[in-house]
């Protein structure tokens, strides 16, 4: 078990059942839950540890379980109460909602209230690699390109473009380049370095793959 945080900014995840028309009246302060572990982890108080971890994870370690990791791991969790209790620290709570499809909603705690950060078509900020390989794969299960391009690094996102671009442009007049068909496929060699290899399906041209 791993609580990588940095001494500068705490992200805490706050397990809350959202209903539509049904709000608490109050939000639980972040920082409380922050401070209570950082407290539980400078005792390696195992015990105290478990009490805050969601019942998911609760589940999944057990009692035992969370006090061989706590065991384990007394030197990371001193370090890492540290780093919660040093002046300055910032708590940022968030929330998430997943659904049935695998999609999710995230939303971040400002002032006092719950804000959409990610959603579908809502730029995403992925905290860790896993996030941003979530977002990767969302977007490839909704065959969404623009998705896609928010996901992708600057540098990368610009290659691509550039690349499809290149392709566009090379397929501007299509009945002026050069088909070598044999049967029932055909390839075509594209202006700016492109091939597209296509493939004749019950009498219809089909495309089958693109460099």
């Known amino acids: 078990m791993?609580?990588?945080v940095p001494a500068s900014q705490v992200t805490v995840g706050l397990l809350a059942g959202l209903a539509v028309g049904c709000a608490e009246p109050r939000i639980p302060d972040p920082k409380l839950a922050a401070t209570q572990y950082a407290e539980a982890a400078r005792s390696?108080?195992?015990?105290?540890?478990?009490?805050?971890l969601s019942r998911q994870a609760q589940r999944d370690f057990g009692r035992e379980g969370t006090r061989d990791l706590v065991r384990m791991s007394r030197a990371e969790l001193a370090r890492?109460?540290?780093?919660?209790?040093?002046?300055?620290?910032?708590?940022?709570?968030?929330?998430?909602?997943?659904?049935?499809?695998?999609?999710?909603?995230?939303?971040?705690?400002?002032?006092?209230?719950?804000?959409?950060?990610?959603?579908?078509?809502?730029?995403?900020?992925?905290?860790?690699?896993?996030?941003?390989?979530?977002?990767?794969?969302?977007?490839?299960?909704r065959r969404s390109?623009?998705?896609?391009?928010?996901?992708?690094?600057?540098?990368?996102?610009?290659?691509?473009?550039?690349?499809?671009?290149s392709l566009v442009e090379g397929l501007a007049n299509p009945d002026s380049l050069l088909?070598?068909?044999?049967?029932?496929?055909?390839?075509?060699e594209v202006p700016?370095?492109?091939q597209v290899k296509l493939r004749r399906v019950a009498g219809v041209w089909q495309i089958l793959d693109f460099d």
């Not at 998705?147 to 690094?153: I, K, M, Q």
């Not at 088909?179 to 075509?188: R, T």
């Open 44 to 52: 390696g108080d195992s015990e105290r540890i478990y009490a805050l």
């Open 145 to 165: 390109y623009p998705a896609l391009l928010r996901v992708l690094s600057p540098e990368t996102r610009g290659a691509v473009e550039a690349d499809l671009k």
């Open 80 to 141: 890492q109460a540290r780093g919660l209790l040093a002046a300055g620290v910032e708590v940022e709570a968030a929330a998430e909602i997943s659904f049935a499809d695998g999609e999710s909603a995230l939303f971040d705690l400002q002032g006092g209230a719950f804000r959409l950060s990610s959603l579908g078509t809502v730029p995403s900020r992925a905290r860790s690699p896993a996030e941003a390989l979530g977002d990767f794969r969302r977007a490839l299960a």
């Open 192 to 194: 700016g370095g492109h």
């Open 2 to 4: 791993r609580f990588p």
């Open 179 to 188: 088909v070598s068909v044999s049967g029932d496929n055909a390839v075509v």
